[in-house]
């Protein structure tokens, strides 16, 4: 054996590393049964360096979404807590990242040259530097005379030496998933304003900005903001808060009593003299200006002269819905939706689906429907014990009915159907499918 002492300064290579001869090169070439002749003028030989040595390096493999965020210069960023699975973020998609075996070992060889690049003759080398290994495949195939008149075989082959930096024998696949906006709204409750009277009672270390926020939740950025928007989050001397839901709904009333005294359209709202009405005695101004921009957008009555609002009458409608369906009480339903309705100012119409993921309207009972609160962001995070008590409050579900209380489950690979088809049992009443419970409650 000889040891090539020209290897031993890399400290990549063992002191005891062989290096290959020519002669062990043409010696493998024919136990391998390769023609020579039809071989390029390089010969690329790995030897082994301390693989264990990168153990930060890891396999990725990226689709379509997550190679164009890359080449369009994007920033991915991968979240997750100690006791959280690990999501990899585009500026506006999530992905979960899951270890995947391999069958075969796969090696990293930086500067590994691939087809005929090994080769410097002008018959065996691609034009202008393309890949044409299926012309190449042929000429093997006939025994190419040129191949003939070429070769020597008294001549040692050109070896360049590659060094295998790690062996793969697992690597990390990404499945798009829903945005995981149940730790964002666990850390908002925390520090609920619900009044400057109240202030001393926050812990100020619970108090995050927006970038906090952002790199502890477990989604992209525009995510992010979507989820923001879908918690009623504002912006208060630097730090992300949400209203206590009582307080929300008494700086609601006050600005709603506005278009009652003003006998406005809901659709022309004057934004300055609306906050001007409310004295800061009653609220700070810095609230009612955020109430404000959370319920309302600009109206097409505006010209341009005068800016007017129109109130999102959705969240108003949900918001004192809330209010009047109190934890664990129950209403019949034409009772419920006067006082709903009674509740509003002129202008605003009361409808069912407006109780989406709050409220549910239980009509088991012939002739005497009614409605109780079921909030979808209070219920548990496991999808059997959420099933359970979703069929313990009600036998029968509609898809409508009981999809805002399992979309939270679903993702891209996986529908609200489909898990409904694995956990529950469908049947169909009146040409209606229902669903029930599967072994039952």
């Not at 039809?38 to 082994?48: E, G, I, R, S």
């Not at 939740?217 to 918690?231: A, D, I, P, Y």
């Not at 359209?265 to 800061?280: H, V, Y």
Request: net charge negative.
């Amino acid at each position: 054996m000889e040891v090539d002492e020209s290897f031993n300064n890399d400290e990549n290579v063992p002191l005891s590393q062989y290096s290959r001869t020519s002669d062990d090169i043409k010696s493998m070439i024919k136990l391998a049964k390769l023609n020579e002749k039809q071989l390029t003028d390089v010969t690329q030989v790995l030897y082994y360096g301390d693989v264990e040595s990168n153990p930060d390096l890891k396999l990725l493999e990226l689709n379509g979404s997550l190679l164009s965020a890359i080449e369009e210069g994007q920033t991915l960023s991968f979240k997750g807590g100690l006791n959280e699975k690990v999501v990899l973020c585009t500026n506006d998609q999530t992905f979960e990242v899951k270890e995947a075996g391999i069958s075969n070992s796969l090696l990293l060889i930086p500067e590994l040259k691939l087809a005929q690049s090994t080769s410097k003759s002008p018959l065996k080398s691609p034009k202008n530097r393309a890949n044409s290994s299926m012309e190449r495949n042929q000429n093997e195939s006939t025994g190419s005379i040129d191949d003939d008149e070429l070769f020597d075989p008294t001549a040692e082959r050109q070896q360049e030496r590659r060094i295998v930096k790690k062996v793969f024998h697992e690597y990390f696949e990404c499945r798009e998933v829903k945005p995981k906006f149940r730790k964002l709204g666990e850390l908002l409750q925390l520090t609920r304003y619900s009044g400057p009277e109240n202030e001393y009672c926050i812990d100020r270390s619970l108090l995050f900005t927006f970038n906090q926020l952002l790199n502890t939740t477990q989604c992209s950025r525009r995510e992010f903001e979507n989820g923001l928007k879908k918690f009623r989050a504002f912006e208060f001397e630097g730090r992300m808060r949400v209203f206590d839901i009582e307080y929300e709904y008494r700086l609601l009333s006050l600005l709603l009593g506005i278009i009652t005294e003003n006998s406005w359209p809901i659709d022309g709202i004057d934004r300055d003299e609306t906050l001007s009405a409310i004295s800061e005695t009653i609220a700070p101004a810095p609230m009612l200006q955020a109430m404000f921009d959370m319920y309302t957008f600009p109206s097409q009555q505006s010209s341009s002269s005068r800016c007017l609002y129109t109130y999102r009458e959705e969240m108003v409608c949900r918001t004192i819905a809330q209010n009047v369906l109190q934890q664990g009480t129950k209403f019949h339903y034409n009772d419920f939706m006067d006082t709903w309705q009674n509740a509003l100012p002129d202008g605003f119409q009361v409808q069912e689906k407006y109780l989406r993921g709050i409220g549910i309207v239980d009509r088991s009972v012939a002739n005497v429907p009614c409605v109780r609160t079921l909030i979808e962001q209070n219920l548990t995070t496991s999808l059997i014990d959420r099933l359970r008590v979703l069929f313990k409050t009600r036998e029968r579900w509609t898809l409508d009915e009981i999809e805002p209380y399992i979309e939270f489950f679903a993702n891209p690979q996986l529908s609200i159907t489909s898990i409904l088809a694995k956990h529950a049992r469908a049947i169909t009443e009146k040409g209606q499918r229902i669903y029930v419970s599967k072994h039952g409650v």
